[in-house]
């Protein structure tokens, strides 16, 4: 039987024994082959022309990079970068303005990012404008004013801890996440030490901004620390972090309530409104991150990251559509609790409804760019519309009790 003879430098491409008696002819066939040579192998073959096999479909390179690295390259994710982007440097924005020491702490607190500070201030305004006229007198507009600035810084500082708080726990599942593998913990810019420190420096900031307003709201604000830092865990046990986040951010909805000095526990109308606009924005939370949820939905399944969206992927406008009912009916029934005004039932209730439907029928919960716009302008789209109806019912109810109070002099 002739044997296959190849030139220095060519790789073997049949077994050192043929597989059938006919395979013999094949091997002839490689004898004395220039390299470099190919042609389709049902044309006629000649001595000197080299067999060739068709180029599969897919190639799917080797790399030397580690091997979670080379997994998120598939034939599933065509579109999936075989390397990952290395880490910039911010070139544009605030954190381009900032030394280069600061910006990954400024990156840890989302300073460029404010929407979660948005979306954690509105429930604390909700709750001053509602609590307004419950306040005996009634609240001033300077008042009103003061307490909101005062709302807004601290929101601004306790969303930054939460941030922190969050990446120390998810330090370890960041990096498998294409949208968090380069924050400031996953990426190695600080160590969970720095981070640690600069969270309680946050936390002391926070408290000298509580101190700031009457000392029952001491007593009221503390204890939501539990569930700032019990989030972060939630995600690893249950479908349903998005609760836990609703129970977090809802917190300001109470907070107006003693800021303005309303006393919960001695006026039964006034703790029934906290409570149930407490629990409509729970369900604003949950509707909102539910959206946000979907841009990550790939990488939390293969971080084995919970959230609702993966729980509900299928029916997920359905459930919005439901915590959309929630939210609004358990905010319409907070304004009749509180002696809410045709405004308030017009303008917060009613644009709520409108904005909140004009959401779900357009949102694209396949599109990462147009869950992250929606998440973003909702946020002012319903968080404007029902502070609009509240304020509209606080000013008209403060002209009508000056007028009163003018009448009586």
Same mark, same amino acid.
């Given at each position: 039987?002739?044997?296959?003879?190849?030139?220095?430098?060519?790789?073997?491409?049949?077994?050192?024994?043929?597989?059938?008696?006919?395979?013999?002819?094949?091997?002839?066939?490689?004898?004395?082959?220039?390299?470099?040579?190919?042609?389709?192998?049902?044309?006629?073959?000649?001595?000197?022309?080299?067999?060739?096999?068709?180029?599969?479909?897919?190639?799917?390179? @080797? *790399? &030397?990079?580690?091997?979670?690295?080379?997994? =998120?390259?598939? /034939?599933? #994710? +065509?579109? %999936?970068?075989?390397?990952?982007?290395?880490?910039?440097?911010?070139?544009?924005?605030?954190?381009?303005?900032?030394?280069?020491?600061?910006?990954?702490?400024?990156?840890?607190?989302?300073?460029?990012?404010?929407?979660?500070?948005?979306?954690?201030?509105?429930?604390? @305004? *909700? &709750?001053?404008?509602?609590?307004?006229?419950? =306040?005996?007198? /009634?609240? #001033? +507009?300077? %008042?009103?004013?003061?307490?909101?600035?005062?709302?807004?810084?601290?929101?601004?500082?306790?969303?930054?801890?939460?941030?922190?708080?969050?990446?120390?726990?998810?330090?370890?599942?960041?990096?498998?996440?294409?949208?968090?593998?380069?924050?400031?913990?996953?990426?190695?810019?600080?160590?969970?030490?720095?981070?640690?420190?600069?969270?309680?420096?946050?936390?002391?900031?926070?408290?000298?901004?509580?101190?700031?307003?009457?000392?029952?709201?001491?007593?009221?604000?503390?204890?939501?620390?539990?569930?700032?830092?019990s989030y972060p865990l939630a995600k690893r046990v249950t479908y349903y972090p998005q609760f836990v986040l609703g129970l977090t951010f809802s917190w300001g909805a109470v907070m107006g309530f003693p800021a303005l000095g309303v006393d919960l526990l001695s006026n039964s109308s006034a703790l029934s409104a906290a409570a149930l606009l407490y629990a409509s924005n729970v369900s604003w939370t949950v509707l909102y991150d539910m959206i946000y949820a979907h841009m990550d939905i790939k990488d939390d399944a293969k971080a084995g990251i919970k959230s609702i969206a993966l729980k509900h992927d299928a029916d997920t406008k359905k459930v919005l559509t439901g915590l959309a009912v929630v939210q609004i009916g358990l905010l319409g029934v907070a304004g009749m609790a509180a002696g809410a005004g045709p405004a308030f039932f017009i303008g917060s209730c009613g644009g709520a409804a409108l904005t909140l439907g004009w959401m779900i029928k357009r949102v694209n919960l396949k599109s990462v760019k147009d869950c992250w716009w929606w998440f973003v302008n909702g946020c002012w789209i319903t968080g404007g519309a029902i502070s609009l109806g509240l304020g509209a019912d606080y000013l008209t109810r403060y002209v009508q009790d000056d007028k009163t109070e003018t009448k009586e002099d």
């Open positions: 039987m002739p044997r296959l003879i190849m030139p220095n430098g060519t790789k073997r491409l049949l077994p050192c024994k043929p597989a059938s008696p006919n395979s013999w002819r094949l091997s002839r066939q490689f004898h004395s082959i220039p390299r470099g040579i190919s042609r389709h192998p049902r044309e006629p073959v000649s001595p000197t022309t080299a067999l060739s096999f068709s180029k599969p479909r897919h190639i799917i390179p @080797l *790399f &030397s990079q580690p091997r979670s690295q080379r997994r =998120a390259h598939t /034939i599933g #994710s +065509p579109s %999936s970068p075989a390397i990952p982007e290395p880490y910039t440097p911010p070139t544009s924005g605030i954190l381009s303005r900032l030394p280069k020491s600061w910006v990954p702490y400024a990156e840890l607190i989302r300073i460029d990012k404010p929407t979660g500070t948005y979306y954690l201030y509105f429930p604390c @305004l *909700f &709750s001053t404008l509602m609590a307004a006229p419950l =306040a005996t007198p /009634i609240a #001033s +507009p300077l %008042s009103v004013l003061g307490t909101a600035t005062l709302f807004f810084a601290g929101a601004l500082i306790m969303r930054g801890a939460g941030c922190s708080i969050n990446d120390l726990w998810d330090r370890n599942l960041d990096p498998h996440v294409r949208r968090t593998r380069h924050r400031p913990l996953a990426r190695g810019a600080i160590t969970p030490f720095q981070a640690l420190a600069y969270t309680g420096v946050q936390l002391l900031a926070g408290l000298g901004i509580l101190l700031q307003f009457p000392t029952p709201c001491l007593f009221y604000g503390v204890p939501s620390l539990l569930f700032v830092a």
